[in-house]
């Protein structure tokens, strides 16, 4: 499994704040679970990183830190 954490510069919405709002792994299938470390928490599984990317990247402005 591969560590992550998501990093925002910038909160777009107002709801998850700035720094490092989510964990998450990936599995050796691709498949990525994120866990986020917000007030509102939730946990979700994705398909891929790059479709994680695509929903919580932001236009960039939230990155992508592999541990």
């Known amino acids: 499994m591969t560590k992550f954490q998501l990093e925002r510069?910038?909160?777009?919405?107002?709801?998850?704040?700035?720094g490092i709002v989510a964990e998450g792994v990936i599995f050796k299938n691709g498949?990525?679970?994120?866990?986020?470390l917000t007030s509102?928490?939730?946990?979700?599984?994705y398909d891929s990183i790059e479709i994680l990317e695509k929903i919580h990247g932001h236009e960039g402005r939230t990155k992508i830190k592999y541990d």
């Open 9 to 18: 510069s910038e909160d777009a919405s107002g709801v998850s704040g700035i």
């Open 40 to 45: 509102l928490s939730s946990i979700t599984i």
């Open 31 to 36: 498949k990525c679970v994120l866990n986020w």
